[in-house]
């Protein structure tokens, strides 16, 4: 069956830390591959979205890896805040041309102070 | 910064009743979809909807939903007979039509079912 796996449920980091969140998923080939940040009660909030021919993405203190071979992705958040504290999810479509996103369950992350 | 918005924040409703949920998608987008998420567990996609019909739908997306744009800003999602297992947070998110389909996300509608 085709799944989406978050290894870790929660990671509780030292503040100035790197996060490394890791999302494995197996029989899909997916074009892209996209992270979202949750907090409590609220909506998921888009981060960064990673191409399949892409190996690394950055957007300010944050980092996507993508390995096609491995099926796996990886996402780091380099000098971590206590606001930084929340739940990540990964999220893909399951074939080329799907809009529709299947996410993970999520990475629950505590940095803290 | 434009966003996605819901109404209500918060829905109560008595086992098989008929609720309907609203959103108003960012203006300039064209795709539209609707979430769930049960307390506890993963984001679901339910359905998305382009050109005025149902591009994709999930099995949880049965004949008791419906979704429909009925004017040139609000999406709904209707759910006929509510059952128990309905209780969730429903997101609405909206997507432009190029690129690689980041989505906007609404702050939710949390249903309660009771």
């Known amino acids: 069956s085709q799944k989406i796996e978050q290894n870790s449920e929660a990671l509780n980091i030292q503040e100035g830390k790197t996060a490394t969140l890791t999302c494995n998923y197996t029989?899909?080939?997916?074009?892209?591959l996209q992270w979202y940040r949750q907090d409590p009660g609220r909506g998921p909030v888009f981060l960064l979205l990673?191409?399949?021919?892409?190996k690394e993405k950055r957007k300010e203190r944050l980092k996507v890896t993508f390995d096609t071979t491995l099926k796996q992705s990886l996402f780091h958040i380099t000098a971590s805040q206590p606001a930084d504290s929340a739940t990540y999810l990964c999220?893909?479509?399951?074939?080329?041309?799907?809009?529709?996103?299947?996410f993970g369950s999520g990475t629950r992350l505590q940095v803290q102070p | 910064e434009p966003e996605v918005t819901q109404t209500p924040s918060h829905q109560v409703t008595q086992m098989g009743q008929e609720v309907i949920l609203r959103c108003v998608p960012i203006s300039n987008h064209l795709y539209f979809y609707w979430y769930r998420q049960i307390l506890g567990q993963k984001v679901e996609f339910l359905v998305s909807?382009?050109?005025?019909?149902?591009?994709?739908k999930s099995e949880i997306f049965d004949d008791q939903f419906s979704v429909e744009r009925p004017d040139g800003s609000n999406f709904t999602l209707k759910i006929r007979s509510t059952k128990l297992e309905d209780s969730a947070m429903y997101f609405c998110a909206s997507s432009e039509t190029s690129g690689y389909n980041e989505q906007f996300f609404g702050p939710g509608t949390r249903l309660t079912v009771l």
């Open positions: 990673i191409r399949e021919n892409e």
């Open positions: 999220a893909l479509a399951l074939y080329t041309g799907r809009r529709a996103l299947t």
């Open positions: 909807f382009y050109n005025n019909e149902i591009s994709e």
């Open positions: 029989n899909y080939s997916p074009a892209y």
